[in-house]
């Protein structure tokens, strides 16, 4: 997840892409759904317990790497300086960059959830009272256009949770690339990416003891009954998430327990025992590998910190 999960995730869509993203998805011979769609206000509230269960080390492990070096992070910040946070969430991991900054321009959160963008705006109002918050609903993997009166000021991104690990490494560079244009003129992005690691340990991050994260994914089939009156028999569906080795990625699925015909509106899908809906990708990097895919973004990686145990990075991307 986004990391898919520390995702605060892709864009919560309309019911008409809703639709028509399932119903492409579900007609390919290898089923898949996209990730943006587990996080309606069910999804969003699982992967926040998510963030918090044993298993699942990213959230933890960054909100560690923050709170050890965020005024490192944060030189050169002043009163001009505009925070833009790509895939905000609840923007617990901004308020610890927050709370070390002397003075900041605006905080500009974008995110899928207006609910999650609201709650966020309700709590920083609390804490931070003085603060500038322009909240933006929109997709922030499509072209962000920012208030007009900070398009010019200096910007600091902000992108934590390894969510570019939700993307293949092809769209993440132009993912990449699209966040250096919205941020410049001199453009610079603290983004958090997970590193390779035992797959045993990536594997049960994604497939914790408590069913949490299975409740996460099949509640993508929930929302497909919910919204688009769809048939899904939940019970005849788990989770599962395996290692690729060859991609360098967790992948997550939805497994079909029988051979059952599955109705979302009109339509209908046959599925064979065993067959998958493929539901998401967590793609993982060493700290080579991402310096190399943020260059060819137009990036230099000029400082990294990590933790003591090698498990997760966060970078400081420039723009020369």
Same mark, same amino acid.
């Given at each position: 997840?986004?990391?898919?999960?520390?995702r605060?995730?892709?864009?919560?869509?309309?019911?008409?892409?809703?639709?028509?993203?399932?119903?492409?998805?579900?007609?390919?011979?290898?089923?898949?759904?996209?990730?943006?769609?587990?996080?309606?206000?069910?999804?969003?509230?699982?992967?926040?317990?998510?963030?918090?269960?044993?298993?699942?080390?990213?959230?933890?492990?960054?909100?560690?790497?923050?709170?050890?070096?965020?005024?490192?992070?944060?030189?050169?910040?002043?009163?001009?300086?505009?925070?833009?946070?790509?895939?905000?969430?609840?923007?617990?991991?901004?308020?610890?960059?927050?709370?070390?900054?002397?003075?900041?321009?605006?905080?500009?959160?974008? %995110?899928?959830?207006?609910?999650?963008?609201?709650?966020?705006?309700?709590?920083?109002?609390?804490?931070?009272?003085?603060?500038?918050?322009?909240?933006?609903?929109?997709?922030?993997?499509?072209?962000?256009?920012?208030?007009?009166d900070?398009?010019?000021?200096?910007?600091?991104?902000?992108?934590?949770?390894?969510?570019?690990?939700?993307?293949?490494?092809?769209?993440a560079?132009?993912?990449?690339?699209?966040?250096?244009?919205?941020?410049?003129?001199?453009?610079?992005?603290?983004?958090?990416?997970?590193?390779?690691?035992?797959p045993?340990?990536?594997?049960?991050?994604?497939?914790?003891?408590?069913?949490?994260?299975?409740?996460f994914?099949?509640?993508?089939?929930?929302?497909?009954?919910?919204?688009?009156?769809?048939?899904?028999d939940l %019970?005849?569906?788990?989770?599962?998430?395996?290692?690729?080795?060859?991609?360098?990625?967790?992948?997550?699925?939805?497994?079909?327990?029988?051979?059952q015909?599955?109705?979302?509106?009109?339509?209908?899908?046959?599925?064979?025992?065993?067959?998958?809906?493929?539901?998401?990708?967590?793609?993982?990097?060493?700290?080579?590998?991402?310096?190399?895919?943020?260059?060819?973004?137009?990036?230099?990686?000029?400082?990294?910190?990590? %933790?003591?145990?090698?498990?997760?990075?966060?970078?400081?991307?420039?723009?020369?």
């Amino acid at each position: 997840m986004a990391e898919a999960r520390e995702r605060a995730a892709p864009f919560q869509a309309p019911g008409d892409d809703f639709a028509a993203a399932v119903l492409s998805g579900l007609s390919r011979p290898h089923k898949s759904l996209p990730c943006r769609f587990l996080y309606d206000a069910v999804g969003s509230a699982l992967f926040e317990e998510i963030t918090g269960l044993p298993e699942y080390y990213p959230t933890r492990t960054e909100i560690g790497i923050l709170e050890a070096h965020a005024p490192e992070m944060l030189q050169g910040v002043g009163d001009e300086t505009v925070l833009v946070e790509f895939g905000s969430g609840s923007s617990v991991k901004t308020e610890i960059l927050l709370g070390a900054v002397g003075g900041l321009g605006a905080y500009i959160p974008i %995110d899928i959830s207006q609910s999650a963008l609201a709650d966020a705006q309700a709590r920083l109002r609390v804490r931070f009272p003085k603060l500038d918050v322009r909240l933006i609903a929109a997709d922030f993997s499509a072209p962000i256009a920012l208030p007009a009166d900070v398009a010019q000021r200096r910007k600091l991104g902000f992108f934590p949770g390894s969510t570019i690990g939700n993307f293949p490494p092809m769209e993440a560079t132009r993912l990449l690339a699209a966040m250096r244009e919205t941020l410049s003129p001199d453009a610079r992005l603290v983004i958090g990416v997970d590193l390779k690691k035992d797959p045993r340990r990536l594997v049960r991050a994604y497939d914790d003891a408590a069913g949490v994260t299975a409740a996460f994914n099949l509640n993508l089939l929930a929302r497909i009954n919910r919204e688009l009156a769809g048939g899904f028999d939940l %019970d005849a569906f788990r989770h599962a998430a395996t290692y690729n080795p060859v991609d360098g990625r967790v992948e997550m699925h939805l497994v079909s327990l029988k051979d059952q015909l599955v109705s979302v509106g009109e339509a209908q899908f046959r599925f064979r025992a065993g067959e998958t809906i493929h539901t998401e990708n967590a793609y993982k990097y060493s700290i080579p590998q991402f310096r190399e895919m943020a260059q060819s973004a137009g990036w230099t990686s000029r400082r990294v910190w990590s %933790d003591g145990s090698g498990l997760f990075s966060v970078h400081e991307l420039v723009a020369p």
